[in-house]
């Protein structure tokens, strides 16, 4: 029998990071990795099976990939807003306030005259 794996499982609030090193058997999937972790006791509101995506060194992968010697296991938070949601209100926002082009939305063209428009 070959010897045991060392990995890590992170998981970061806004305000705190647990970060666990410890060592498995090799063939572990990351959904076994977590849960031999102990980090779901920690922090009870992981859901990794339907809110929380999971990741090794910063990349997705599901829960039953296969950990290699020295692998991070990430557990990602859920976002809180929708990033594309945001920026157009941010647009509209800028085109409200005249920082922005009401036809392109890029920037505000001062060198054309009001002839040009």
Not at 7 to 31: G, M, R
Not at 90 to 106: C, F, I, M, N
Not at 107 to 114: E, L, P
Request: glycine residues 6%; hydrophobic residues 35%; charged residues 30%.
């Amino acid at each position: 029998m070959s010897a045991d794996i060392t990995i890590e499982v992170a998981y970061a609030l806004h305000d705190k990071q647990t970060l666990l090193s410890l060592a498995v058997a090799p063939q572990t999937t990351v959904e076994q990795a977590i849960t031999q972790s102990g980090v779901l006791d920690m922090h009870p509101e992981i859901d990794f099976k339907a809110a929380n995506k999971v990741g090794i060194w910063s990349r997705a992968c599901k829960p039953s990939t296969i950990l290699t010697d020295g692998d991070r296991v990430e557990i990602y938070r859920a976002l809180i807003a929708d990033p594309k949601e945001v920026r157009k209100r941010r647009a509209e926002k800028a085109k409200q306030e005249g920082r922005a082009d009401k036809v392109t939305g890029g920037r505000v063209n001062s060198k054309r005259t009001s002839e040009d428009k």
